[in-house]
């Protein structure tokens, strides 16, 4: 089902939610690759965090939230009121390619992206900074319900579980709850999309292409 929605690509899977009359829970466009990749799809291991002032001299959640990664799941981190400040770099990406994520969505900052780049690991951020989190940004659970960015809305929850799919027209959540919903919704829409867009390439007017087939 997940392989099924990455061949979709967010932009179908978010018209399938307007069709249902839900919106989609897209993420802020600032959320973007560190390199050109062809995309990834998961289900969410959720970690949230908050800005401190501390002298701590390390952030054991962090590295317990990574230590606890199946393989295949997409690490969401929601960096909440983050700023100027990375949720990771080098090594903890290392950990968590060991671990087979397969993907990293980062609502917030990372660091060493010229290493990051060079991996395999496929990597969505918010921003790009050389200052470490240590003593400004801390952990503080993982796999519970989170708050990110949102594009459509200033804040979209992601569940523990929910599918996300990122491309390059950018990140969708599927929340898993709407999962078998959707995959029977994209199979009609993609049987629609692909007659309409030979019907066009053969030179169907666009008006009598949405006569016929109500979307384009």
């Not at 990140?171 to 030979?198: H, K």
Request: hydrophobic content about 45%.
């Amino acid at each position: 089902m997940t392989d099924a929605l990455l061949e979709a690509g967010s932009a179908v899977i978010a018209d399938v939610f307007d069709s249902m009359g839900r919106l989609p829970s897209v993420l802020v466009e600032t959320i973007t690759p560190i390199k050109p990749d062809g995309g990834f799809v998961g289900p969410a291991f959720t970690i949230s965090g908050m800005s401190v002032t501390s002298s701590e001299s390390g952030d054991r959640a962090k590295l317990a939230a990574i230590d606890a990664m199946p393989p295949g799941v997409v690490p969401v981190w929601a960096g909440g009121d983050i700023r100027g400040v990375c949720c990771f770099g080098d090594l903890l990406a290392e950990a968590m390619y060991a671990r087979g994520c397969a993907g990293v969505v980062v609502d917030g900052g990372i660091r060493d992206v010229e290493y990051l780049r060079e991996m395999d690991l496929l990597i969505r951020a918010r921003y790009r900074t050389p200052a470490q989190a240590i003593g400004r940004w801390k952990v503080t659970a993982h796999q519970v319900p989170v708050q990110v960015r949102g594009a459509l809305q200033d804040w979209v929850t992601v569940n523990p579980g929910d599918i996300v799919v990122a491309d390059e027209d950018g990140v969708v959540i599927v929340p898993v709850a709407d999962l078998s919903a959707v995959e029977e919704q994209i199979r009609a829409w993609s049987t629609t999309e692909a007659e309409s867009r030979s019907a066009i390439r053969n030179g169907m007017p666009l008006l009598a292409a949405l006569d016929r087939f109500g979307h384009l």
